[in-house]
């Protein structure tokens, strides 16, 4: 299904027209055209790019899905590739929804694969200010691109939150070692994820911003600097995230690997203890004892050897030898 608006001299003037009545009312200098198409038929772009003299190559993208976020630059018109993306806060999954736009002068053509991309949001930005109409398609082009970086930065503030959470898991009392590592190793991947569709966007933004592209004008300037700078925050974001998931999974795994070694040391010893007792309880022979002495020592001489073991022999039971028979 297609949707279409016309704003002419800066206002809304028409909606959901036939497609094919848009080379009519490019006519007008003072019109401007948007059209989505979602899952469109190769009849359905062929007929578009006829009307609007697109690029093959850049057609050929806008079929074939998993592109790059990109802006390439033809004779006629430029050609956008971006991707919003939606945070799983249960899961840890991050969802990405892609888009392709051809720009021209004064048309702008969106693509999307199915309707996970929210083409309503995009809408609702352009309503929500129509003071910015009058500036033609780098209008429209401001409200595709405020709606998908902002869904960068509502993930990676997403993807910040539930990292903190893991990080106090980690010096929780009683910790689940296997929960922490599939919801960090989930985190992670779609960290990689965000990463790979928001870095891109630096160039996409900065191409788009250049005066000889001649889609921004100095009213819009301001507006699209703000989309920069949230592109450049939801960049750095990500990479110190990135930094911060892999220093709590090397913490958890050293934890881990200290109350293991402790437990083991604990072990080791009651083990001991038990072959002790155990040794001592099969051979009797196997004790030893260790005599304290209670007085102060004092020299030994012949008499006091008798002495000792006269005391001696007293505990014992043995005789002492009669003097003779030393």
């Known amino acids: 299904m297609a949707r279409t608006r016309l704003y002419r001299n800066g206002a809304l003037d028409a909606e959901n027209f036939p497609p094919a009545d848009i080379s009519d009312y490019l006519g007008d200098p003072a019109a401007t055209v948007w059209l989505d198409m979602c899952s469109p038929t190769e009849q359905d772009l ?22 790059r976020p990109k802006l390439d630059r033809y004779n006629t018109h430029a050609f956008l590739t971006a991707y919003a993306v939606r945070l799983d806060t249960t899961t840890g ?5 892609e888009v392709a736009a051809f720009i021209t002068d004064r048309a702008l053509v969106t693509v ?7 083409i309503n949001e995009v809408v ?35 993807l910040d939150e539930q990292i903190e959470a893991l990080e106090d898991l980690v ?10 590592q599939r919801r960090s190793l989930h985190l992670r991947k779609s960290l990689v994820t965000l990463r790979r569709v928001v870095l891109p966007m630096r160039e996409v933004a900065n ?8 889609i921004v004008d100095d009213t819009l300037m301001p507006y699209y600097q703000d989309v920069y700078d949230h592109v450049l925050r ?38 001991c203890a038990r072959c002790i007792v155990n040794s001592q309880e099969r051979n009797p022979s196997y004790r030893m004892t260790t005599k304290i002495p209670t007085t102060i020592s004092r020299p030994t001489t012949t008499s006091t050897a008798i002495a000792d073991a006269k005391d001696s022999s007293t505990v014992t039971g043995d005789r002492i030898p009669a003097r003779g028979a030393y």
């Open 112 to 118: 999307r694969n199915d309707e996970n991309f929210d």
């Open 93 to 97: 999954q991050l969802d990405t929804c």
């Open 46 to 67: 062929a007929t578009i790019s006829e009307e609007l003299n697109l690029h093959p190559l850049a057609v050929e993208d806008a079929v074939h899905e998993h592109q």
């Open 124 to 158: 609702d930005r352009w309503n929500s200010a129509p003071e910015l109409a009058k500036n033609g398609v780098g209008f429209l082009v401001h409200g595709l691109l405020d709606y998908v970086v902002d869904s960068h930065f509502d993930a990676v503030q997403a």
């Open 234 to 271: 939801a960049t750095e974001w990500t990479e110190s995230l990135r930094d911060l998931i892999t220093t709590i999974r090397e913490t958890q795994l050293n934890l881990q690997g200290n109350r293991l070694n402790t437990i083991m040391k604990n072990s080791d010893s009651a083990t």
């Open 207 to 214: 191409a788009l911003m250049r005066r000889d592209f001649h």
């Open 171 to 180: 010096f929780a009392e009683h910790v689940d070692h296997a929960d922490i």
